[in-house]
Antibody, heavy 120, light 107 residues
Framework: EVQLLESGGGLVQPGGSLRLSCAASGFPVTTFAMNWVRQAPGKGLEWVSVIYGSTSYYADSVRGRFIISKDNSKNTLFLQLNSLRAEDTAIYYC????????????????WGQGTTVTVS | DIQMTQSPSSLSASVGDRVTITCRASQDIDNYLAWYQQKPGKVPKLLTYAASFLQSGVPSRFSGSGSGTDFTLTISSLQPEDVATYYCQTYYSAPFTFGPGTKVDVK
């Protein structure tokens, strides 16, 4: 079964850092675009970042502060959150691109349950 | 960056009604558009991709259409379980922006 399981969220002070993990099972992260999407309390979905191979992109709101990466041997996606701000408070979801070998842009067909980051 | 807008922001309709949600992109995105459904307290679910392709397992009462800058998601016969917020998203070029969402209620 294809699954994503996020971890690493928590309460952090402004200016602090966190590292989120997303363990994938049932498919290889190497061959799909992997995304992070967040949702602030009571708000809509905000796309954060994507990685495919060694190529990555970021939303303007996080560029320069967040770093996306993956460990192919562990089949795990990461998001390093630095210089955190109150407005980064959200549920962070990892999500898998629909199509194998599709570079970067794609519908997101599998989502994790999310991990909550609170900056306060 | 591409901006996405949706209308209406919310709607209330009766069971069996035909419901249409509109999504507009600030520039031509060809058919690089997906629609998602998010039920209260739940994870988003992919409904359609490439503007009009129905994701596996999604009921056939959902359909997507459009190309270029204007897109629609249609629910042909609204069901009680369709109460949710619906989001469009472009994946034409990064950043892959979501629309602000349309909240659908049943009268």
């Amino acid at each position: 079964e294809v699954q994503l399981l996020e971890s690493g969220g928590g309460l952090v002070q402004p200016g602090g850092s966190l590292r989120l993990s997303c363990a994938a099972s049932g498919f290889p992260v190497t061959t799909f675009a992997m995304n992070w999407v967040r949702q602030a309390p009571g708000k809509g979905l905000e796309w954060v970042s994507v990685i495919y191979g060694s190529t990555s992109y970021y939303a303007d709101s996080v560029r320069g502060r967040f770093i996306i990466s993956k460990d192919n041997s562990k089949n795990t996606l990461f998001l390093q959150l630095n210089s955190l701000r109150a407005e980064d408070t959200a549920i962070y979801y990892c999500a898998k691109g629909l199509t194998q070998y599709q570079l970067l842009g794609d519908g997101l067909d599998v989502w994790g349950q999310g991990t909550t980051v609170t900056v306060s | 960056d591409i901006q996405m807008t949706q209308s209406p922001s919310s709607l209330s309709a009766s069971v069996g009604d035909r419901v249409t949600i509109t999504c507009r992109a600030s520039q031509d995105i060809d058919n690089y558009l997906a629609w998602y459904q998010q039920k209260p307290g739940k994870v988003p679910k992919l409904l359609t991709y490439a503007a009009s392709f129905l994701q596996s397992g999604v009921p056939s009462r959902f359909s997507g259409s459009g190309s270029g800058t204007d897109f629609t998601l249609t629910i042909s016969s609204l069901q009680p379980e369709d109460v949710a917020t619906y989001y469009c998203q472009t994946y034409y070029s990064a950043p892959f922006t979501f629309g602000p969402g349309t909240k659908v209620d049943v009268k």
